[in-house]
């Protein structure tokens, strides 16, 4: 009977936690397709940007935003404080390492993103930047936050390079870890980028684009016009960059508790047939007793 009951409270625990975690997977599934629905990308303007890139590029600037100022790698850590994730974090940092490659540690600036990267590095004693993890609600403002601090180090020659490592969701079921760089903005002055398909033939679009440039008046200083662009294109970069690291978590939690879904589901079957069989095995013990005591009042006294 005690087996039994111990049984039973196990049985009701299981079923409880098991309705928490799919309650959990369904949560995580809602905030990645609502998030994918809101997704903002600047395809027409960052077009437009380029090409404006480009004409300052021709009157000759030079900028650490541009050019880089030393040889100082900051590579930018991008990690979720959300449980239930799998090795996604363990996977961006791991990238990050890579990314540092054979540079020692006093050619390297970390700079950090979530409490869970934030303890990674603490472990093994490195010297990080910290910002706190991205939320949703507040993903601009953080992306305006980190970029005031790069691009300052940057005009600053602190740092020559910017690398940022993020997972990146390629579905609802896949996710990938990325590596991109977004200074200095060098690939944004390229005069040599190939068009668009269909767009107008390259030796034309060149020959179009210097006279365009030629006709430029520009009255703004250069380097502020640079750090001004430098700043819209990495507060672009780092907000899509938000966006997927948050579509990447909620996908990575909807996963990882899917597999747990399956696993608790597959206890609990075991757990009801144990149950069932305790049941039984009682219910065949207390027949047996009964059947026992009742031969016992039949035999005849001697």
Not at 99 to 127: C, M, T, Y
Request: net charge neutral; aromatic share 10%; proline share 3%.
């Amino acid at each position: 009977m005690a087996q039994l009951n111990e049984l039973k409270k196990e049985l009701r625990f299981n079923i409880e936690f098991l309705q928490l975690i799919q309650t959990l997977k369904n949560i995580a599934a809602s905030q990645y397709h609502l998030l994918e629905k809101e997704k903002e990308r600047f395809d027409a303007f960052m077009l437009a940007f380029v090409d404006f890139f480009r004409v300052v590029n021709l009157v000759g600037v030079e900028n650490p935003l541009v050019a880089g100022g030393n040889d100082v790698l900051g590579i930018v850590v991008v990690t979720s404080d959300s449980g239930f994730m799998g090795g996604l974090n363990a996977g961006v940092i791991e990238a990050a390492r890579k990314e540092q490659g054979d540079l020692p540690e006093d050619r390297v600036r970390w700079i950090v993103i979530g409490d869970k990267g934030a303890s990674h590095f603490l472990d093994h004693n490195r010297v990080f930047k910290f910002f706190k993890g991205i939320s949703q609600d507040t993903r601009y403002e953080q992306a305006l936050e980190i970029r005031d601090y790069i691009v300052g180090e940057v005009v600053a020659r602190r740092i020559g390079r910017i690398s940022l490592v993020y997972p990146h969701p390629v579905s609802f079921t896949q996710q990938t870890i990325e590596t991109i760089r977004i200074l200095p903005c060098a690939d944004l002055f390229d005069q040599t980028a190939a068009p668009e398909p269909g767009g107008v033939p390259e030796p034309l679009a060149a020959n179009l684009f210097l006279r365009a440039s030629r006709e430029v008046l520009v009255e703004s200083s250069f380097d502020d016009m640079v750090r001004y662009l430098a700043e819209v294109w990495v507060a672009s970069r780092l907000y899509e960059v938000f966006e997927d690291s948050k579509l990447s978590e909620y996908a990575a939690r909807a996963m990882h508790l899917e597999g747990s879904v399956q696993k608790l589901e597959k206890d609990l079957k075991q757990l009801r047939h144990r149950c069932f069989r305790a049941s039984h095995e009682m219910v065949d013990k207390g027949m047996r007793e009964s059947f026992s005591s009742r031969k016992k009042k039949k035999k005849p006294a001697a």
